[in-house]
Each structure stands twice: as structure tokens, then as C-alpha cells.
């Protein structure tokens, strides 16, 4: 069965860096675009970044664009997020997720079909 | 962006009712070509991650129970849970997935 399983997570301050893992299991790592997703203590979900099947792209959102960076090893089957310039705002459970079957109109689809547990993230002085 | 928009906020339906869920955004998310619907919708238990249940606005996940409908286009969406049992008592997202970023509704709140 399908796996992700996030670690990498604590407390840091304000400034600092981060990198979070996601290890994958049960399918076929390099056939899937990966997603982070992350949701605030009490809030809504946001999306934060995905990379393709093949590594080759990747695309982030405005709000963490320039520092934080997602990457994938193959021989690992894990997923990465490198996150510096740590903020306040960036606060949150982090969530791996599996992108779902698209109808390859687009490198990625952007809904996801699997997600991992979380992990959390706390940025405070 | 697209802003999507649910509602409401929350509520609360005895067991073995329907509960309808209204999602909102704020462009169409109906492309042409395929005349597909780039819509989503989850479900969040507390404590646990999101699950989906539906993707191309009514396309019901694998294993989900067919008491969970989608149904809408354009840019207006439901969820219906049509007899609500207690294991559904979980905040509800919607999420389009028609243009990046992605983005997802703010959450209803089901409760019994």
C-alpha cells in the first residue's frame, strides 16, 4: 500500500534553515509528481510546492518562492523540502502528497491522491 | 489566485441525514476542451491528513463510501453526504486544480 512517511520537522528560529523529508513507498516513485502542502495550527490548507515525475520541473508558491526549495532522490525514494529564511508565517504540519492521475494536459495535475501524517514545523524565537 | 469560496462555515446534521456542502470560485474551472472540471474535494478528521474523495468535481475516489456525491461546474460545486454517519463528523476542503497555484476552499466543519 501506498506510504509517505514526513520527518525532519522541530522548532527553529526566526532566520534559520530546515529540511524535511518524505520517504515513499508502495508505488512507483518515479512515475508520480510530489507535492508539499502545509496547513497552519488551526487553519486552512496551502499548497506549497511540486516537482515532476522526472525532477526536471518544479513550481512553488509566491508565499515561500526563493526560500524554500523541493527536490527528489530516486535511489532513496524520498522527497525533500529545503526551507531557509525560516518565518513566523511558516509555521505549520508540512504534508507529502502524491499527485493523482491527471489526463496529461500538464506536467503535473495538481490534486493529490495520497498524503502523508505531517510534520510539524515551528518557527519561534 | 482563484479564491474558493465554501459554505457554510460549519454545520451540524443528525445522523442518517444529508448534509450539502457549497463550494464557490471565483473563475471557471471548467476547461473546454475536455469538458472536465478541475475540482476536488477532501475530507480531514481531527488529528488526521487530508483524504480525497473526489477529483474532476463527481469522479469518487476508490473506497469511498457512495453516499459522497460531487456535483456542479463552472464555478459552482457540491458535496452531498447523503445519510451522514457518525465517522464523517471531519472538516471538508475543496480545491481547484485548474490553474496554479492550486488553492483550496477554507473548510466546512461537519458535525452531528
Known amino acids: 500500500q501506498v506510504q509517505l512517511v514526513e520527518s525532519g520537522g522541530g522548532v527553529v528560529q526566526p532566520g534559520r534553515s530546515l529540511r524535511l523529508s518524505c520517504a515513499a513507498s508502495g508505488f512507483t516513485f518515479s512515475r508520480y509528481g510530489m507535492h508539499w502542502v502545509r496547513q497552519a495550527p488551526g487553519k486552512g490548507l496551502e499548497w506549497v510546492a511540486v516537482i515532476s515525475y522526472d525532477g526536471r520541473n518544479e513550481n512553488y508558491a509566491d508565499s515561500v518562492k526563493g526560500r524554500f526549495t523541493i527536490s527528489r532522490d530516486y535511489s532513496k525514494n524520498t522527497l525533500y523540502l529545503q526551507m531557509n529564511s525560516l518565518r513566523v508565517e511558516d509555521t505549520a504540519v508540512y504534508y507529502c502528497?502524491?499527485?493523482?492521475?491527471?489526463?496529461?494536459?500538464?506536467?503535473?495535475?495538481?490534486?493529490?491522491?495520497?498524503w502523508g501524517q505531517g510534520t510539524l514545523v515551528t518557527v519561534s524565537s | 489566485d482563484i479564491v474558493m469560496t465554501q459554505s457554510p462555515d460549519s454545520l451540524a446534521v443528525s445522523l442518517g441525514e444529508r448534509a450539502t456542502i457549497n463550494c464557490k470560485s471565483s473563475?471557471?474551472?471548467?476547461?473546454?476542451?475536455?469538458?472536465?472540471?478541475?475540482l476536488a474535494w477532501y475530507q480531514q478528521k481531527p488529528g488526521q491528513p487530508p483524504k480525497l474523495l473526489i477529483y474532476?468535481?463527481?469522479t469518487r475516489e476508490s473506497g469511498v463510501p457512495d453516499r459522497f456525491s460531487g456535483s456542479g461546474s463552472g464555478t459552482d460545486f457540491t458535496l452531498t453526504i447523503s445519510s451522514l454517519q457518525a465517522e464523517d463528523v471531519a472538516v471538508y476542503y475543496c480545491?481547484?486544480?485548474?490553474?496554479?497555484?492550486?488553492?483550496f476552499g477554507g473548510g466546512t466543519k461537519v458535525e452531528i
Open positions: 473563475q471557471s474551472v471548467l476547461y473546454s476542451s475536455n469538458n472536465k472540471n478541475y
Open positions: 474532476w468535481a463527481s
Open positions: 502528497a502524491r499527485d493523482g492521475p491527471g489526463d496529461s494536459s500538464g506536467w503535473y495535475s495538481g490534486f493529490f491522491d495520497y
Open positions: 480545491q481547484q486544480f485548474y490553474t496554479g497555484p492550486v488553492t
